[in-house]
């Protein structure tokens, strides 16, 4: 009985240590006017991403992107957010350190001057929302990434099915211009406001690549009917979102 207790207590410290280095990340969309958009990049490019990779190599962010939804897509009205921050983060605890006191406050310090003298772009509809990655790869930067998310039957089995997904995608990366993958389980918000329960990302090296993606060839034609039956089978209603993304900037691994 000790003994089995004593493997059990192990096994618990194990998967414990296991989920307090979990990587995470947050989406944080907003909508910009499209008359601000250049505007906007260009404060975002010359001056937040400097200040995220400061922080990058610090040690205090994993990682840190701004997204674009792709326009001529749809209707804009359908869509709530144009605009979609990403910081990464090693774990929950650098993920709340980074709430307390994020890279933007260091602003004055490094330019010299108060980021209220900025020009406004007139910032609207901010919603952020919190995730932990289940798995994923990555082979380099990628151009465009398509956001999906949706509310699965049953949570396990889209993420078991995901990472079989996954290493197809990776195994064949190279011929269909994908630069990443990944799954990712909601940490907040939880309520009725949110219904989806799980997330993935779709990483390419074009537009091309992406809308292939979408029409169920590029990667997914790689993967066998039975296992694409039981993935759509989880998802009744399929994706509730599924965002198309340019890459305005990002930043780079910790040096």
């Known amino acids: 009985m000790k003994k089995i207790l004593f493997i059990l207590s192990i096994l618990l410290l194990t998967f414990s240590h296991s989920l307090l280095g979990q990587t995470t990340f947050l989406l944080h969309g907003v909508h910009v006017p499209p008359k601000n958009h250049a505007n906007f990049e260009s404060q975002e490019i010359e001056y937040s991403s400097l200040l995220a990779q400061d922080f990058v190599n610090s040690g205090k962010l994993r990682g840190w992107a701004l997204l674009k939804r792709v326009s001529g897509i749809g209707h ?28 933007w406050t260091k602003f004055e310090e490094k330019f010299g001057f108060k980021n209220s003298k900025l020009k406004g772009n007139g910032i609207s509809k901010s919603g952020t929302y919190y995730f932990m990655i289940q ?62 329960n799980i997330f993935y990302w779709d990483s390419y090296d074009s537009l091309e690549g992406v809308m292939k993606h979408l029409a169920n060839q590029a990667a997914v034609s790689d993967i066998p009917v039975d296992m694409s039956t039981k993935f759509l089978n989880n998802f009744p209603n399929g994706f509730t979102h599924r965002n198309v993304t340019e890459v305005i900037a990002q930043t780079k691994p910790k040096n």
Request: positive net charge; aromatic residues 12%; proline residues 3%.
């Open 76 to 103: 804009g009205q359908d869509y709530k957010f144009n605009y979609f921050w990403v910081h990464a983060f090693d774990n929950i605890e650098q993920m709340v350190a980074h709430k307390d006191s994020p890279f």
């Open 135 to 196: 798995d994923e790869f990555s082979t380099g930067p990628g151009k465009y990434i398509i956001l999906n998310d949706g509310k699965a039957n049953n949570i396990q089995t889209a993420i078991d099915l995901g990472k079989e997904t996954g290493k197809i995608f990776k195994k064949n990366s190279k011929k269909t211009g994908m630069k990443g993958w990944g799954v990712a389980t909601i940490i907040a918000p939880q309520d009725k406001h949110n219904d989806s």
